[in-house]
C-alpha cells in the first residue's frame, strides 16, 4: 500500500521561508516521478513542481520559478519543496503526489497517489 505523508506546513511571513517534505512508502522510489500541487478553497488543485526519477527533469509553475526548488533523495524515499520569497497567494493545502512514469507531468489527473497535504498560511 503506498502512503505518502507530507510535513513542514506552517504560519509564516510574506518574504519568508518554508521546507516541505513529502515521506513515501509501499513504492519503488527510483522509478516514480513525484510532484506538489496547491489547492485553495473551491478552486482546483494547482500544478506547483515535479521531478522525474532521476532528478534531472524539474518542471515549476510559472508563478514558483525562482523561488521554489523541488528535489529528492531516492536513498531516503523522501522529496522536498523548499519555498522562499514566499507571498500571501502562496497560501493553500500543499499536496505531495507520485505516479508511476518516468515523465513529470504538471497534470494533477496523471497523479494516481496522494498525501493527506499540509497547510501553509503567509501573512503579509
Known amino acids: 500500500q503506498v502512503h505518502l505523508v507530507e510535513s513542514g506546513g506552517g504560519l509564516v511571513q510574506a518574504g519568508g521561508s518554508l521546507r516541505l517534505s513529502c515521506a513515501a512508502s509501499?513504492?519503488?522510489?527510483?522509478?516514480?516521478?513525484l510532484g506538489w500541487f496547491r489547492q485553495t478553497p473551491g478552486k482546483e488543485r494547482q500544478f506547483v513542481a515535479a521531478i522525474s526519477w532521476s532528478g534531472g527533469n524539474t518542471p515549476y509553475a510559472d508563478s514558483v520559478k525562482g523561488r521554489f526548488t523541488i528535489s529528492r533523495d531516492n536513498a531516503k524515499n523522501t522529496m522536498y519543496l523548499q519555498m522562499n520569497s514566499l507571498k500571501p497567494e502562496d497560501t493553500a493545502v500543499y499536496y505531495c503526489?507520485?505516479?508511476?512514469?518516468?515523465?513529470?507531468?504538471?497534470?494533477?489527473?496523471?497523479?494516481?497517489?496522494w498525501g493527506q497535504g499540509t497547510q501553509v498560511t503567509v501573512n503579509p
Open positions: 503526489a507520485a505516479r508511476r512514469s518516468t515523465y513529470p507531468g504538471t497534470d494533477a489527473q496523471g497523479y494516481g497517489y
Open positions: 509501499g513504492l519503488t522510489f527510483r522509478a516514480t516521478t
